[in-house]
């Protein structure tokens, strides 16, 4: 490779990693908790342990499990109703207007088949949803998340052109080679350059799929903007449907009839912006490991409870639901997630090393960096560079 080509990969890689760095960091540190997400939970019973049914049991009419839950929270109406996939229970997210933001909503949690509220913490609160929260959208809405998200491509890049830059490195040494006998700075090159090429699939594919969901709010908000609205184009000139809706039992039930074999997971209300102003959005998905990530909408008048569309969900919908378990190592369960704490581990060294080498970097230019890497890494003056 050329000099001036490999001085360009260079520049492009000290500079995207020197301006995500510190970010990413705080990504790594933050999303090392939420790898273990649900575990944290149990263990601190934000998820207690829930009576499993009597046989013969039948699940509680949700029309009163609704009512149960903003009798919580008198004032409020419900926004979203949901189910557990591991646990009898049901949980409603209530607010005091139908388009009322998470941090402001309300949560009630129920035995599905005693209605039993069970003693669990608001969603919206305490150390989790803190780190959360600093993770996804440094506490500023949609302006952060997609702030983080343009720092994940930079990352991109910078993993890139590392591997671009690590071949010539390499050509004068064996694989794995760390020279602990010269200078610490050089030990920690050897380290940060072995370190991350090792990690160099995972951390792209968790920097790429990290951008991917940052996406989600403006996706969502484009599909209910222009797929949606071709389903609901009827319902423009109506006025907004009064209460008390059509029974939400009965538009669930009605759901799993329109699309069988599915399982609902989630309900939303009109107004929330899931399912337009007129429409329950019943979220139904598949039984598969790989099914389970992917949702189809079955929408609900509410005013006559009828079944009137069930649209599938664009692809890059589709992505974004496939792309956020993998980010946190969602898809194999606990030793898949062990296995995404010790790569994030090793990133953060990676991150560190690469930080503590730029501040140990000394006065040399990048053409002086550039001859180090293609003869091996080796010091080289400047005056012997051609």
């Given at each position: 490779?050329?000099?001036?080509?490999?001085?360009?990969?260079?520049?492009?890689?000290?500079?995207?990693?020197?301006?995500?760095?510190?970010?990413?960091?705080?990504?790594?540190?933050?999303?090392?908790?939420?790898?273990?997400?649900?575990?944290?939970?149990?263990?601190?019973?934000?998820?207690?342990?829930?009576?499993?049914?009597?046989?013969?049991?039948?699940?509680?009419?949700?029309?009163?499990?609704?009512?149960?839950?903003?009798?919580?929270?008198?004032?409020?109406?419900?926004?979203?109703?949901?189910?557990?996939?591991?646990?009898?229970?049901?949980?409603?997210?209530?607010?005091?207007?139908?388009?009322?933001?998470?941090?402001?909503?309300?949560?009630?949690?129920?035995?599905?088949?005693?209605?039993e509220v069970l003693p669990?913490?608001?969603?919206?609160?305490?150390?989790?949803?803190?780190?959360?929260?600093?993770?996804?959208?440094?506490?500023?809405?949609?302006?952060?998340?997609?702030?983080?998200?343009?720092?994940?491509?930079?990352?991109?890049?910078?993993?890139?052109?590392?591997?671009?830059?690590?071949?010539?490195?390499?050509?004068?040494?064996?694989?794995?080679?760390?020279?602990?006998?010269?200078?610490?700075?050089?030990?920690?090159?050897?380290?940060?350059?072995?370190?991350?090429?090792?990690?160099?699939?995972?951390?792209?594919v968790v920097g790429l799929?990290?951008?991917?969901?940052?996406?989600?709010?403006?996706?969502?908000?484009?599909?209910?903007?222009?797929?949606?609205?071709?389903?609901?184009?009827?319902?423009?000139?109506?006025?907004?449907?009064?209460?008390?809706?059509?029974?939400?039992?009965?538009?669930?039930?009605?759901?799993?009839?329109?699309?069988?074999?599915?399982?609902?997971?989630?309900?939303?209300?009109?107004?929330?912006?899931?399912?337009?102003?007129?429409?329950?959005?019943?979220?139904?998905?598949?039984?598969?490991?790989?099914?389970?990530?992917?949702?189809?909408?079955?929408?609900?008048?509410?005013?006559?409870?009828?079944?009137?569309?069930?649209?599938?969900?664009?692809?890059?919908?589709?992505?974004?639901?496939?792309?956020?378990?993998?980010?946190?190592?969602?898809?194999?369960?606990?030793?898949?997630?062990?296995?995404?704490?010790?790569?994030?581990?090793?990133?953060?060294?990676?991150?560190?090393?690469?930080?503590?080498?730029?501040?140990?970097?000394?006065?040399?230019?990048?053409?002086?960096?550039?001859?180090?890497?293609?003869?091996?890494?080796?010091?080289?003056?400047?005056?012997?560079?051609?």
């Amino acid at each position: 490779m050329q000099r001036s080509t490999m001085k360009t990969w260079f520049l492009v890689h000290k500079w995207t990693s020197l301006v995500c760095t510190l970010f990413l960091l705080l990504l790594c540190l933050t999303g090392l908790p939420l790898i273990f997400y649900e575990e944290i939970n149990h263990l601190t019973g934000a998820e207690p342990e829930v009576s499993a049914p009597q046989p013969g049991a039948k699940p509680i009419n949700l029309d009163v499990l609704v009512a149960q839950a903003l009798a919580q929270y008198p004032g409020d109406v419900p926004l979203f109703l949901g189910w557990d996939d591991h646990a009898p229970t049901v949980y409603v997210n209530t607010g005091a207007q139908p388009d009322t933001p998470p941090p402001q909503m309300h949560t009630v949690v129920m035995h599905a088949y005693t209605g039993e509220v069970l003693p669990v913490p608001q969603f919206n609160e305490g150390v989790m949803y803190f780190i959360l929260r600093l993770h996804t959208d440094l506490f500023v809405g949609l302006p952060g998340t997609l702030f983080l998200g343009a720092k994940a491509l930079l990352f991109a890049a910078a993993i890139v052109s590392g591997f671009v830059i690590y071949g010539p490195f390499m050509r004068k040494l064996e694989f794995g080679t760390v020279r602990t006998g010269r200078s610490s700075r050089l030990k920690w090159l050897d380290l940060h350059n072995l370190l991350g090429v090792v990690t160099l699939g995972w951390a792209l594919v968790v920097g790429l799929t990290g951008a991917i969901n940052t996406l989600a709010s403006p996706l969502q908000a484009a599909w209910q903007k222009n797929e949606l609205a071709e389903f609901t184009a009827a319902y423009h000139a109506r006025p907004t449907p009064a209460r008390p809706f059509a029974s939400i039992d009965k538009a669930v039930a009605d759901a799993r009839a329109a699309a069988p074999g599915m399982t609902p997971a989630y309900v939303s209300y009109p107004g929330t912006g899931y399912s337009g102003e007129h429409h329950y959005g019943v979220f139904v998905h598949g039984a598969t490991p790989l099914g389970e990530r992917l949702y189809r909408p079955v929408l609900v008048d509410v005013a006559t409870g009828a079944v009137t569309a069930t649209p599938e969900l664009p692809w890059h919908l589709k992505a974004l639901l496939l792309s956020q378990p993998l980010h946190f190592g969602d898809y194999g369960g606990l030793p898949l997630k062990i296995i995404w704490a010790l790569l994030d581990l090793v990133t953060i060294v990676v991150l560190g090393s690469g930080l503590y080498l730029w501040l140990a970097r000394g006065r040399a230019s990048a053409d002086v960096r550039v001859a180090e890497i293609q003869s091996g890494g080796l010091p080289i003056a400047a005056r012997d560079i051609p």
